[in-house]
């Protein structure tokens, strides 16, 4: 069992930056592959980013290439999600999600937090 409790959203003009947090309970957080969804009003839930249990390798969505870092601290059981030139349509809640493997579906990921609200003024 993993509980994610996830930080650091908030409001932001266009052009900031945020950095949002993950943090995980359980001894056996490096064994997860930890990834970010967004959802915006009236929007499915999309994959935003994912890194695997070392964090070797990372994943994004196109749309935040360039702009959205993804990194974690195995020994603090925290994933971040660094998110700079923020666009307004960038604005949702973001979640944070957890599974043994790599997925970019909803469905692929067993454990989820809360959400966070990202909100991106123009």
């Known amino acids: 069992q993993v509980q994610l409790v996830e930080s650091g959203g908030g409001l932001v003009q266009a052009g900031g930056s945020l950095r949002l947090s993950c943090a995980a309970s359980?001894?056996?957080?490096?064994?997860?592959?930890m990834a970010w969804f967004r959802q915006a009003p009236g929007k499915e839930r999309e994959f935003v980013a994912a890194?695997?249990?070392?964090?070797?390798?990372?994943y994004y969505t196109e749309s935040v290439k360039g702009r959205f870092t993804i990194s974690r601290d195995n020994a603090k059981n925290t994933v971040y999600l660094q998110m700079n030139s923020l666009k307004p349509e960038d604005t949702a809640v973001y979640y944070c999600?957890?599974?043994?493997?790599?997925?970019?579906?909803?469905?692929?990921?067993?454990?989820w937090g809360q959400g966070t609200q990202v909100t991106v003024s123009s």
């Open positions: 999600a957890a599974d043994r493997e790599y997925s970019r579906v909803m469905h692929g990921y067993d454990y």
């Open positions: 359980g001894r056996t957080f490096s064994s997860y592959v």
């Open positions: 890194i695997s249990w070392g964090g070797r390798n990372t």
